[in-house]
């Protein structure tokens, strides 16, 4: 496995795990058990929902009779892989006033699934260097056809009646 390990470089090693003990034929519980851990655990780790902590990667290791340090290393390289995602996908929010998203919570935008709505909005009722940003965060071409896509509504002038 430790020449594969580069091959398997940002993928969470649950994942991992979960394909090396079915090559193995390897139950997940039994195998759970006789490391000392909780199958419930075990289940989360090989789904990808939980990181693998060292103590237990160590035992993992010892029991597959893998190269010691090859579970941590791969957790290390999926850790590094999620915070170089989280890292690009937002744009610099210093400059995006939260009151535009009076409806949600800034934080908690995603800036790659909800970029429709997001440059609708910023382009609708942001400032200059909010529209600026959001130019630079999705590119000139993404802005252009979002906007151009755009249904402009028709506005309605009400006559005021006495």
């Known amino acids: ?21 079915k ?13 000392g851990e909780h199958p ?5 780790i090989t789904a990808g929902k939980r990181n693998i902590p060292i103590g237990l990667a160590l035992r993992i290791e ?17 850790n590094i892989e999620k915070e170089k995602k989280k890292e690009k996908i937002s744009p610099d929010l210093s400059l995006i006033r939260n009151i535009l998203f009076w409806d949600t919570s800034i934080e908690q935008i995603d800036w790659q699934k909800q970029s429709r709505a997001v440059i609708e909005r910023i382009f609708e009722k942001g400032n200059d260097d909010e529209k600026n940003e959001i130019t630079r965060f999705y590119g000139k071409a993404k802005v252009a056809s979002t906007i151009n896509t755009i249904k402009r509504r ?6 005021k009646s006495k």
């Open 1 to 21: 496995m430790k020449s594969n390990l580069l091959k398997y470089k940002g993928i969470h090693p649950g994942i991992v795990l979960d394909r090396e003990l």
């Open 23 to 35: 090559k193995r034929s390897i139950k997940e519980r039994p195998f759970a058990l006789s490391i």
């Open 40 to 44: 419930q655990t075990l289940n989360k």
């Open 62 to 78: 010892r029991t597959l009779k893998l190269a010691e340090g090859t579970i941590s290393l791969l957790q290390t390289y999926y």
């Open 154 to 159: 028709p506005m309605r002038i009400q006559s």
